[in-house]
DNA sequence: ATAATTGCAAATTTTTTGCAGGTTC
DNA sequence: GAACCTGCAAAAAATTTGCAATTAT
């Protein structure tokens, strides 16, 4: 469990209750979309708006705090900042699933743009298909 | 340059004059966000309505003629579908350009999800940084 | 001829903004 | 106490919808 109010002003960020709560249930359910978040935050803090919602994720995003995962037909969702990683996207339930990102792939993209004198700061590797749990029930 | 009235019907759309303006358009430019487009095709076709171009993009995605690319922190572009391939994306100005999608990286995606049981579809790879026009700029 | 497509206008949904009151450091 | 945050309500922006007229096959 990590500790959000230090993460919160070690990024510069006041640690108030709204900003905590939403870190808390992203970090619970992985990847979540705006709208989820304030459903989810707003069933244990009624009051919340939905506009400071939309304005902290985008601060914390902009603070290192928070990650944007853009994804095909859908609104982006967010994740805590954590290491490299690479995303797998369900294409019939929508869950984001994380695994480790590849060394090797690593090396080859940042050897790739190092040629082209591209200054690689981010790398986003997102691989759709269907999960598990949704190839089970589908068998069904 | 691309038949786009063949392409059309031969995914079971019809060759609208709109429809073809837009897939010139995306192919003359690589990568297009929705309003781009419009404002693009508006120039010959004034009376071209934005709704259409919603329609239509969501459409050709659908039937694939179109692919959407998700970008962090801006609206998504369309491409053209081709090969599979990598987007460095421009955080300067973003631009997206394309590069070859490399072999071993799409081996050890394959291998890696097969090992999950995950049935991969489609592989997404942005990179982001700073392409060599913006650094240069930037230098200046 | 028929079924699909367009443009328009209105409706809906999503996101942003301004500001008075409250909270954190 | 100063600067920052929140919630609200309103505004703006983005996307979707219904439908009559038009167009592609």
Known sequence: MTDY???LKESGLKATFQRM???????HYGHMAI???????????????LATVYKNIILMVDNGVLAEVPIEGKKSKYELVKSDHIHLVCTECGEVEDRPHNENADALFISMTKEENFSLSKQQINLYGVCVHC?????S
């Open 5 to 7: 109010a230090t993460l």
């Open 135 to 139: 190839k089970e029930a589908i068998a």
């Open 35 to 49: 709208e989820s978040i304030y459903e989810e935050v707003a069933k244990t803090h009624p009051s919340l708006s």
């Open 21 to 27: 709560h939403i870190l808390e249930n992203i970090e």
